[in-house]
């Protein structure tokens, strides 16, 4: 079974203390915390490298390098060979953004239709930086820096990219037309 899976068979409201003190992210506020080794966290969601867990009332999140705090296995950050072509790259820039959710929604961001576009460049020397056009599902979500720097961190696993940058705009509008069938169905929209 690899790690992905393993953090899959995890199941909402299931109850895990931690092994460890582990950073997590507040969520809505994006702000880094210390979660204390043997406090118990009740398990919200679990896709992707990361997972949702709910603490004295309050949502956090814990990304896939510190999952061992859960007592997974803790995901190496997602990489590149050096000698990877253009469209691996390109792909890998996809794939890395398709494993990036909104902790309180079961749908990754290109799936849920807030990813605008990217645009790959390649610089005189050689460097690669990449920038993503994207939206919030409302102007007010909290989420989108937690959002955006979960894209550019997993991103730059790639040696080949020197930079990512996340531009979130509201133009136009997000609505539900933008989701993947996949998305709608995992959501119940059909």
Known sequence: MSDIEQIATLHKGQELPL??????????FGKTVTLDEDSVVSVMQAKGSTVSVGFEGRLYLIEGANLDALGLPALPRPTLPESASEEEIEQFVWDQLRTCFDPEIPVNIVDLGLVYGCRIERLISGERIVTIRMTLTAPGCG????IAADARNKILGAPQISQVHTEIVFDPPWSREMMSDEAKLELGMF
């Open 19 to 28: 092994q460890r003190d582990v950073a997590a992210i507040s969520i809505p």
């Open 143 to 146: 989420m989108g820096d937690v």
